[in-house]
Structures are given as structure tokens and as C-alpha cells.
């Protein structure tokens, strides 16, 4: 008798945004699969800020994100005015590189690093969202491990930790992750697995539906319960 040998497809290659998803929800992940990707237009314009030069008008650094995102609404240039006035004092993370594809075969994950300096060997993590009072958010704790397995493998390098620019606040934080945050990642690894393996997931003890998209095909999928059948 022949055993079943794993799908590698199924066990390896899982994006780092996909690893996010699954962190807030892995139903989540499972209706994502079958949607398209649209970049996040808040993204687009806090990463051209964070590589833009000193010297850059935000006329300039505008110019910049319709050349690299066309269809970017209007409206996302009063962000840009906003991220541009929140990072009036703040020196922006040094960089030589930026957007390099790191992974690890190891774990079977992959990403994009926002920036690297060779200058000084340090890695910069760009987010489009507001800092919380002290540290990182809890996705970004995750995406910092992730992200941090994955350029040990690639450069040979071990990094206690990387720096989180957060630039709708104008703050840089420096942030090192805990096992707590490895086992975590870990675990949604495992979880995306068995989604792709065609399972669907459970619904997580604190599900953030309130805000999700997915809300009514994911009602639609409900376990169905027998209780019908003890109606009297
Ligand atoms: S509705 Fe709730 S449980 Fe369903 S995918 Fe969205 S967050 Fe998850």
C-alpha cells in the first residue's frame, strides 16, 4: 500500500497578507481565496511617502502614486496632504532597498519588505494605519515575526527585531517579537493549511463581522443545526 504524499503547494507558499487575513479571521481567508486583489489605495500613498526624498513637493509625491496606482480615487490626496503634515518632524526610516520578496522555505511563507538600509543592516515595516498608544498592533507583532523568519532564511541574518513605521501618526516604532507571537504565527499557518487543504474553518472566539465583507456568504455557510427535526 502507498501512503498519500502531502500536496507541497498546499503546505508551502503563503503569503505573509494571506497569514493577516487568516490572523483577524480564517474564515476570511477562505472567501478571500476566491476573490480578486485590489491594493490598498491608504498603502500606496503612506509607501510613497515613506520613499519619498527630502526635497519632494506633494505635488511631486502625488504625480508619483498615479503613475504607480491609475485608478486611485481623488480623494486619497487629502490623505496624502494628512500623512505628509503628520511626518512634518519625523525623519522618515533610512532606505537603500525597497520592496524586496523575502521568504522561507523552512515555514513555507513569503513577503514583501517594505525597506532595507545597508547603510546600517535595518529593516523598515510601512503602515498605512494610525499607531496604537504604545508598541505595535497585534497584526503587525505577527507580521514583524513573519517577516523576520523570512529574512533570517533568505540573508542568513538573525534580527532580534525591525523598526514599524506608522505614517498617518508620524510615529516610528522599533519592535522585537515575543515566542508568544511566533507560536501565534504557527498556529494561523496551520490553520491556512487546512483551509487550503479544502476544510473550512471554525469561527474564531472574537470574530471582527461587525466589519467584515464576507458577512452575508459567510451567514450563507452556516453549520446547519438538526433542530428542525425536534420540532414538535
Ligand atoms: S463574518 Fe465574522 S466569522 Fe464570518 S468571515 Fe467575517 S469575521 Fe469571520
Given at each position: 500500500m502507498t501512503e498519500n504524499k502531502p500536496d507541497m503547494n498546499i503546505m508551502s507558499n503563503i503569503a505573509i497578507s494571506s497569514i493577516i487575513r487568516a490572523y483577524h479571521c480564517p474564515r476570511q481567508y477562505y472567501f478571500h481565496k476566491e476573490s480578486n486583489f485590489k491594493p490598498s489605495e491608504s498603502y500606496t500613498v503612506c509607501k510613497q511617502v515613506s520613499c519619498?526624498?527630502?526635497?519632494?513637493t506633494e505635488e511631486e509625491i502625488w504625480n508619483m502614486i498615479i503613475l504607480i496606482?491609475?485608478?486611485?480615487?481623488?480623494?486619497a490626496r487629502s490623505f496624502l496632504s494628512s500623512c505628509i503634515c503628520a511626518m512634518t518632524h519625523t525623519p522618515i526610516r533610512p532606505w537603500t532597498e525597497t520592496d524586496i520578496t523575502v521568504k522561507s522555505d523552512k515555514v513555507g511563507i513569503y513577503g514583501l519588505l517594505d525597506k532595507y538600509d545597508a547603510l546600517s543592516g535595518e529593516y523598515t515595516l510601512t503602515r498605512c494605519t494610525t499607531a496604537p498608544?504604545?508598541?505595535?498592533w497585534p497584526d503587525d507583532a505577527i507580521r514583524t515575526a513573519a517577516l523576520l523568519i523570512c529574512i533570517e532564511e533568505t540573508s542568513a541574518k538573525r534580527l532580534k527585531g525591525m523598526y514599524i513605521e506608522y505614517i498617518p501618526s508620524g510615529i516610528i516604532r522599533y519592535y522585537e517579537p515575543t515566542p508568544k507571537d511566533r507560536r501565534r504565527l504557527i498556529q494561523i499557518i496551520r490553520q491556512i493549511q487546512d483551509v487550503n487543504r479544502g476544510l473550512f474553518p471554525s469561527k474564531p472566539?472574537?470574530?471582527?463581522?461587525?466589519?467584515?465583507?464576507y458577512y452575508e456568504k459567510c451567514e450563507k455557510n452556516k453549520p446547519k443545526t438538526l433542530s428542525f427535526l425536534f420540532k414538535k
Open positions: 519619498a526624498y527630502p526635497d519632494h496606482q491609475p485608478d486611485i480615487s481623488p480623494d498608544k504604545n508598541g505595535c472566539l472574537h470574530p471582527p463581522c461587525d466589519s467584515c465583507k
